[in-house]
């Protein structure tokens, strides 16, 4: 474990985080209900609150923070297949474009400096609290699928429902 592996992943987690708030954002152009504008938000703030955390990091480890386009590309390129999606079928599909994403930042927490664990922990549960909000959405478990985001959140979003 070397820790130009784990600057690499740490540089990976920051721009998922790009690709993340590009795509919620877009979503919240297609899904118009007052609780899914709420959840989709909720989602986009985990996002955003995400990057924030990691830049101290970045920063320390002298590597960029600049958002790559190839990132928003990226997420706009996801929101392209969500597409002609009810949120049901929009809530499956975003486990399956988010599940290779918890996988790889388990991987990259494996990678973590101890001063850094704490934090690339942080991201394992970050990612899996997504998952697991569009799993029990597609299930049609709404009424909870937001809790475990919720309480990652400094700045949580006002529920308008």
């Not at 990226?74 to 949120?87: A, C, H, I, K, R």
């Not at 997504?130 to 597609?138: G, S, V, Y």
């Amino acid at each position: 474990m070397s820790l130009q592996e784990f600057k690499v992943g740490l540089v990976e987690l920051y721009q998922g985080e790009v690709i993340g708030e590009v795509l919620f954002s877009r979503m919240l152009e297609h899904y118009g209900s007052a609780d899914q504008l709420y959840k989709l938000g909720t989602l986009l703030q985990l996002e955003t609150e995400a990057k924030a955390r990691l830049r101290p990091a970045l920063m320390q480890l002298g590597l960029d923070l600049i958002e790559l386009d190839e990132s928003r590309n990226q997420g706009n390129d996801f929101y392209q297949t969500f597409e002609g999606m009810d949120w049901e079928a929009a809530m499956g599909h975003l486990a399956t474009v988010v599940k290779p994403f918890v996988q790889r930042y388990r991987q990259i927490a494996e990678l973590a400096p101890p001063e850094y664990q704490q934090l690339a922990n942080s991201m394992v549960v970050h990612e899996q609290s997504i998952l697991d909000a569009a799993e029990l959405e597609a299930a049609g478990n709404g009424d909870r699928s937001m809790d475990d985001v919720v309480k990652q959140l400094v700045f949580p979003l006002p529920k308008q429902v």
